[in-house]
């Protein structure tokens, strides 16, 4: 007996709907776009920044305090 059910159909379970920021590909898996990808490493990329100045900034002064405390016990 052959198996007459349609196969290009996704089952019950899978039946919901895709986010928008995710699109089918050429080969039809589902994949982000190149300006999404861009957008997003753009993003890490300022918030890694900001969080390398802020370290930069606590590193001088915990610096700035241990020498002012080395004086004071002088």
Do not use: K
């Amino acid at each position: 007996m052959r198996n007459t059910e349609n196969t290009n159909t996704p089952p019950a379970s899978l039946s919901f709907r895709f986010p928008p920021l995710m699109r089918r590909g050429l080969r039809g898996s589902l994949a982000f776009t190149l300006v999404e990808l861009i957008i997003v490493i753009t993003i890490l990329a300022i918030l890694a920044t900001i969080g390398f100045m802020s370290y930069q900034t606590y590193t001088g002064d915990a610096r700035d305090s241990n020498r002012m405390t080395t004086l004071r016990v002088i």
